[in-house]
């Protein structure tokens, strides 16, 4: 089954850190550009991280300094490690990779979200 399979959510104080996890399965010839977003209740979608395949980053101001992404593409997997949450960070959380299948075809997945909430 083609898809983005998302874990690591959950509940955290402030301060605390959470890791992501997002793993593609399916009939994949590649993958390019990974990548994480978030969405808090009344606001729209915002990019927190992406990466490409050779490992080139770029993160929102908000995620600087605090959240890291990485990936293996032998797992086919994109983490997002975030360090120092704060409530601010309370979101769900959506994986995203643009994927080439064996067809030849070419596609941006999207996870189906996991609830990150940071609070005492």
């Known amino acids: 089954q083609e898809q983005l399979v998302e874990s690591g959510g959950g509940l955290m104080h402030p301060g605390g850190s959470l890791r992501l996890s997002c793993a593609a399965s399916?009939?994949?010839?590649?993958?390019?550009?990974m990548g994480w977003y978030r969405q808090a209740p009344g606001n729209q979608r915002e990019l927190v991280a992406r990466i490409t395949v050779s490992g080139r980053t770029n993160y929102a101001d908000s995620a600087k300094g605090r959240f890291t992404i990485s990936r293996d593409n032998a797992k086919r997997t994109v983490y997002l490690q975030m360090n120092n949450l704060k409530p601010e960070d309370t979101a769900v959380y959506y994986c995203?990779?643009?994927?080439?299948?064996?067809?030849?075809?070419?596609?941006?997945?999207w996870g189906q979200g996991t609830q990150v909430t940071v609070s005492s």
């Open positions: 995203t990779a643009n994927v080439i299948l064996m067809t030849g075809s070419r596609t941006d997945w």
């Open positions: 399916g009939s994949i010839l590649t993958i390019a550009d």
